[in-house]
């Protein structure tokens, strides 16, 4: 059976993924003041990191048509999947939905299922490697996705933001607690929930200290390491990302491990310096 996944850009394809021919990206856009940005290959992060860091403003995300959904699931693929970030975090998730709807009014043995990712960045990526590893399974549809969905409940999103601008800037940080945070070098420590809303898990003073009580978070609630397969985004720091890739296997000796830089949506989110963990 042939297989297709639209995964939104807030999700990064690794080099194999995009070789494969089975992922498909569904861009979201980026407006930092009045500059707007797709969130494709043209994407330069560096450009991207000196035009927040100047702007007063939080840069605004917005996502894929249901149009552009239909277009990318109306294809020659036996099964089409689509997966999301976090609808708790964006619209993309109910874009794609109705994008589905539309195509099944045309098409309606179509055989297409959106997951609700939960999580964002890598988390996607993950979920998207599991979908392909169950198709080449040779698994029925409707098993693929019970499989992904139970997936999808086993995953935890930690990260670790190097910079509090973004979270002072969309409103979920005073001014005061950001300049008392970064005058003292506090570094939150965050998780998603299992409904996929962001929470502060920990803080550190330092850098190096939250990304320990990240890894020790991580050790703790990973079960079945030689199971797992972790993965890591990083903004504009694979330094950090390369340490706590190896902290990780000499502590747990996951399964498998791997580690890419941070597209648009997610170098928003995590802003430069951020690291993100999904296992």
């Known amino acids: 059976m042939s297989f297709k996944v639209v995964i939104d850009s807030c999700g990064e394809l690794t080099d194999e993924m995009k070789a494969s021919g089975c992922f498909e990206t569904a861009s979201l856009m980026i407006q930092v003041d009045d500059h707007n940005i797709v969130d494709d290959a043209t994407f330069d992060q560096a450009d991207f990191l000196r035009r927040v860091a100047a702007s007063p403003n939080c840069p605004k995300s917005s996502c894929p048509s249901p149009e552009a959904y239909r277009a990318a699931f109306d294809c020659d693929a036996d099964h089409v999947f689509a997966v999301t970030l976090s609808s708790k975090l964006s619209g993309s998730y109910n874009s794609a939905v109705l994008g589905m709807n539309l195509l ?139 340490m706590v890739k190896e902290t990780l296997i000499n502590r747990i000796h996951p399964k498998g491990i791997f580690v890419v830089d941070t597209a648009g949506i997610s170098s928003m989110y995590a802003n430069d310096g951020g690291i993100i963990v999904v296992a």
């Open 104 to 242: 099944k009014e045309e098409k309606p043995d179509a055989k297409v299922y959106i997951f609700d990712s939960r999580s964002a960045s890598i988390g996607e990526t993950l979920i998207g490697l599991k979908i392909q590893e169950c198709e080449e399974q040779g698994l029925p549809f409707e098993e693929i996705i019970d499989k992904v969905e139970a997936y999808i409940d086993s995953q935890m999103t930690w990260f670790v933001l190097e910079n509090l601008e973004t979270l002072r800037k969309n409103g979920r940080l005073s001014k005061v607690k950001a300049f008392v945070a970064t005058a003292l070098r506090i570094k939150p420590v965050m998780v998603s929930t299992p409904e996929g809303e962001i929470t502060q898990l920990d803080q550190a003073r330092g850098m190096n200290k939250a990304l320990v009580r990240m890894v020790d978070s991580i050790v703790e609630k990973v079960v079945n390491p030689d199971e797992t397969v972790i993965a890591i985004s990083h903004c504009n720091c694979p330094e950090r990302a390369q």
